[in-house]
């Protein structure tokens, strides 16, 4: 309950910072509907009465109570409810960027990779409209209760015995509230298999993958498989709406049958002239409109709790970002990186991926890092980066453990560039340009990070990339060029020199004669480096580009099996011998004896 309070609060909060006064408006109009049910019922019973007796008065009274009522019904509903979609619009707009920010300024990535967190934000996504309608959503079930208790106050002035028509609501509270745990529990179980549909869908349309769905055949098996996917989801949805229904339908019934009850002791009340004509037109209006106002309360309190489907996600997602966030000191000026039993175990995995890594990153140094597929090269990478954290150990950096340096200051001396490279589909200046995001306007910044990575550029800073948007498509080779001018952008204009340069996989996806010009760039951005103290990390399989580290570690299970230069290695005769033996003897015409 105090998330939920805590939701609702920020909620608040937020609506009056984006539309206060369309959002004091609306708050008016709903509070002023609260009467209109009530002053309708009794316009009606003194029109009657005083009709009856020919009391003008009391005639007019009801003429312009009724019409009061009426008006306030007609255009207050009407002018709220397009005063509610503008309002809930800017807010869910607001309150979407807001939780973007929030799990973008979360520095690790395991929210962004691992199943059930993922799960956990999509939920508040899904119900960011709910979110969003909160304040709404409680303001109109408070309304709508405290009109349903003027409207039972008023039956009970007839009869006592009315007021049972009240307490028929409560199977109507009842049955709503199973049919939505029914319906929360649903979508909190499709909640992967939609992500899953979806994935299957977008693997048919995006440029990336589409070449090698259509070159297999598999589209019609892959939309065959996500239509099943959505199959399922909508069963499972369909049956819980399905089961609710039924609930309700049956409370309903129920209600029905009392509704006819009162009716019939009203008549019985006439008859005895215990009551006056414009008495049981009264509770004819009112049992009448009993039934709406019931309506409007579970169906505010439908919405009260899709929001409130969202509130344990949402509290988890801030206590989740508030464990990851630290704090820190600045990154030290130079110096190399340690590692000391470090240990990593990705959330739900059963094992390790790294066990008890002890490793010395010497400054100034190029360390190439091989290892077989499933070695924990790459997690390596993800570790001395920082967006991973180890599970145990510590990593420091000239002395100085990781997790004492500001997050920020820390991926302000980092470069490089990963095998998983992003494709921005910007313009080429905006493209390289988000590598030093201060610098983004620099063209002559821009066009010499380009220049120094050899990244194509012929038709201007100002060329959009991206045929989907109307631009050109680069080859896979040239956007691992644009990806390293990115990591370019980080040189001179008063920018501190890196730390540490990771490349991981630099050249996995071009042919030799492309990759032997990208490592002359590499090399020349590596030398850079390593003359200010930085150390260089490579990660790769082609043995040719491993041989010009200084020093070569081999990875094996997720730990260090080997370790030394190429010569050494070689001299020692183990694995990376074999395997350097293995990959030169591919690259020869003729076997080597």
């Known amino acids: 309950m105090t998330a939920w309070w805590a939701l609702l609060r920020e909620t608040t909060a937020l609506t009056l910072r984006l539309a206060r006064r369309p959002a004091i408006v609306l708050a008016v109009l709903t509070l002023a509907q609260a009467g209109v049910i009530a002053g309708l019922g009794i316009s009606q019973r003194l029109l009657v009465d005083g009709g009856t007796a020919g009391d003008r008065d009391k005639v007019l009274l009801a003429v312009l109570l009724g019409a009061t009522a009426y008006a306030v019904s007609a255009t207050a509903g009407w002018v709220s409810g397009n005063l509610a979609l503008y309002v809930v619009g800017r807010v869910r707009g607001g309150q979407n960027e807001r939780l973007q920010r929030l799990i973008s300024s979360i520095p690790t990535i395991g929210h962004l990779e691992h199943g059930p967190y993922i799960d956990r934000w999509n939920r508040i996504f899904q119900n960011s409209q709910a979110i969003a309608a909160l304040p709404w959503s409680t303001l109109t079930t408070l309304v709508a209760t405290a009109g349903l208790a003027v409207t039972v106050g008023l039956l009970i002035s007839v009869s006592p015995v009315l007021a049972l028509l009240a307490l028929l609501g409560v199977p109507l509270m009842l049955a709503a509230r199973h049919a939505n745990a029914l ?58 709406r399905l089961t609710g229904a039924a609930w309700q339908a049956g409370a309903w019934i129920l209600y029905a049958a009392g509704f006819a009850a009162a009716l019939a002791h009203v008549a019985s009340l006439i ?78 995995a059963d094992r390790d991926t790294l066990r008890g890594l002890d490793l010395e990153l010497p400054a100034g140094r190029t360390v190439a890092v091989v290892g077989a597929n499933g070695a924990g090269k790459s997690t390596l990478i993800k570790l001395l980066t920082g967006v991973h954290e180890p599970t145990g150990g510590e990593i420091r950096a000239a002395g100085t453990p990781l997790r004492e340096i500001a997050p920020a200051a820390w991926r302000g ?10 494709k921005l589909r910007l313009l080429v200046r905006e493209t390289v340009g988000v590598g030093a ?13 380009i220049d120094r990575a050899g990244a194509p550029y012929a038709d201007g800073l100002d060329t959009r990339l991206g045929a989907a948007f109307g631009g050109i498509e680069p080859s896979l080779g040239q956007w691992q060029r644009f990806a390293l001018a990115r990591s370019l952008m980080r040189e001179g204009h008063g920018e501190l020199p890196p730390l540490c340069v990771v490349l991981d996989e630099p050249s996995a996806a071009l042919d030799p004669l492309a990759e032997h010009e990208l490592f002359e760039h590499f090399v020349g951005q590596v ?31 997720g730990q260090v099996t080997e370790q030394g230069t190429h010569e050494q290695l070689m001299a020692a005769g183990g694995t990376y011998a074999e395997l350097y033996r293995l990959q030169e003897r591919a690259y020869r015409d003729t076997p080597v004896p």
């Open 183 to 240: 319906l929360r529990d649903a979508r909190d179980g499709n909640t992967e298999t939609l992500r899953r549909e979806r994935r299957l869908h977008d693997m048919c349309v995006e440029p990336e993958e589409a070449k090698e769905v259509m070159l297999s055949d598999g589209g019609v098996s892959l939309s065959r498989t996500a239509d099943e996917l959505w199959d399922q989801a909508a069963v499972r949805e369909a049956r819980a």
């Open 437 to 449: 995001v201060r610098h983004i306007r620099d063209r002559a910044a821009v066009a010499g990070a």
């Open 271 to 348: 008859r005895a002239g215990r009551t006056t004509i414009g008495a049981a037109v009264l509770v004819v209006s009112l049992a009448t409109q009993l039934q709406s106002q019931l309506r409007t309360v579970l169906d505010s309190l439908t919405e009260v709790a899709q929001a409130g489907h969202a509130v344990a996600h949402h509290a988890w997602l801030r206590e989740y970002a508030a464990g990851q966030s630290r704090g820190g000191g600045p990154a030290p000026d130079r110096g190399g990186i340690t590692l000391r039993d470090v240990r990593f175990r990705y959330p739900g």
């Open 527 to 557: 030398r850079a480096a390593t003359e200010a103290g930085a150390v260089t990390v490579l990660v790769s399989h082609r043995f040719t580009t491993v041989r010009m580290a200084d020093l070569i570690v081999v990875l094996d299970d």
């Open 413 to 422: 001396r980092l470069s490089g560039v990963y095998q998983d490279f992003a």
